[in-house]
């Protein structure tokens, strides 16, 4: 069957509708796209990963962009008025390690500490870049959820 048999409604109502399927999901995002805002795009921790309590993970997250790049993490998913969450559990400057950026936040052997509390946290990722004239020099990356236990 040719495509132009299809054009001309000389098909099955069936094979219709799968070639149209196929076709739309062709213009829908990857995976991996659909998870990249203002070019950054986390790779480790992934969403809903569990940290083992006492370890200290490495955040790993590809940039495209210029900029100095941030990682925070909090207890809570809220952002504020620039689309940042907060830094209350942690916050470092990313380094470029070759075609990852990655922070892995020092770690702290008491009870309070983040990495010591089991519970759920998020993390972003961030770039300070105001080389585009834009009022908003803070171009933050997805939120992910993560998880200590």
């Not at 992934?46 to 993490?73: D, E, I, L, Y």
């Not at 908003?136 to 236990?149: M, N, R, S």
Request: proline residues 6%; charged residues 20%; aromatic residues 8%.
């Amino acid at each position: 069957m040719t495509l132009a048999a299809v054009d001309r409604g000389q098909t099955d109502p069936m094979i219709r509708i799968i070639a149209l399927t196929i076709a739309l999901a062709a213009l829908l995002p990857t995976a991996a796209n659909a998870a990249t805002k203002h070019g950054i795009t986390p790779v480790q921790p992934k969403a809903n990963a569990t940290v083992p309590v006492g370890q200290s993970p490495t955040f790993k997250m590809k940039v495209r962009g210029a900029g100095s790049v941030w990682v925070h993490v909090c207890a809570s998913a809220k952002k504020d008025a620039d689309g940042l969450i907060c830094h209350e559990a942690s916050i470092g400057q990313a380094k470029k390690r070759g075609k990852y950026f990655t922070y892995t936040p020092e770690f702290f052997n008491f009870d309070g500490f983040w990495l010591n509390t089991p519970g759920t946290y998020y993390w972003q990722a961030h770039r300070i870049d105001c080389s585009n004239g834009t009022d908003d020099c803070k171009q933050e990356g997805p939120v992910v959820k993560l998880k200590v236990a």
